[in-house]
Each structure stands twice: as C-alpha cells, then as structure tokens.
C-alpha cells in the first residue's frame, strides 16, 4: 500500500518559519501532482499550494510570497518552507498526492492522504 506521513508542524510566533515535509512510501511506481492543503478549526479544507513532477507550483494568494512548495522525485517526497507566518496560518496542515503504485501484481492509481500535521502560530 502507499503511505503519505507530513512531519515538521510545532508551534512558532508570528513571523517565524516552520519546513514541512511529506514522504510518500510504499511498492510506487510514480508519482504526480503533490499538494499541500490546510484546515483550520471550524473551516473547510483549502489549497495552499501544489507542485508538478516537474517542478512547476501554485499557491493560494494567501501564502504568495511567504510558502515555498519543493519535492525531491527521488527521495518520493514533497517540502513547504513556510516564511513569515501569521495567526491566520494556523490549521493542520495536510499532504496529497497522486500516486502510481503496484498491489498485487496490479498497477492502481490512489488520490493519497497523509494524516495531517499541526501547526500553530500564536503571539
């Protein structure tokens, strides 16, 4: 099977920096698009940004010019720097990818989650 696992959430203040990683593992074949998504509490799901195989990415307006969304194909796993982080940032922070894999001699594709990663800024 194919697991996502994000790490590099904590506590920061405002203004600080936070790296989030997120490494995919499993029997992979490839994979595709990787994103990074957001819940804050009380609010849906939202995209921050998401980045191609080959490298090209795409923020929400909201983190232009603070995040930076990386991956590393070789090592099947995806980075956010985040910059200048405001109280607004805070929410569990969420991995997605579309992943190629191998189960029982099948080659499947998965819309693959990780568990999600904490991050909090407060004054």
């Known amino acids: 099977q194919v697991q996502l696992v994000e790490s590099g959430g904590g506590l920061v203040q405002p203004g600080g920096s936070l790296r989030l990683s997120c490494a995919a593992s499993?029997?992979?074949?490839?994979?595709?698009?990787m994103g990074w998504y957001r819940q804050a509490p009380g609010k849906q799901r939202e995209l921050v940004a998401t980045?191609?195989?080959?490298?090209?990415?795409n923020y929400a307006d909201s983190v232009k010019g603070r995040f930076t969304i990386s991956r590393d194909n070789a090592k099947n796993t995806m980075y956010l720097q985040m910059n200048s982080l405001k109280p607004e940032d805070t929410a569990v922070y969420y991995c997605?990818?579309?992943?190629?894999?191998?189960?029982?001699?099948?080659?499947?594709?998965?819309?693959?989650w990780g568990q999600g990663t904490l991050v909090t800024v407060f004054s």
């Open positions: 997605n990818a579309d992943v190629v894999y191998s189960a029982y001699d099948v080659t499947r594709t998965l819309d693959a």
């Open positions: 499993g029997s992979i074949f490839s994979i595709y698009d």
């Open positions: 980045i191609t195989t080959g490298g090209s990415a």
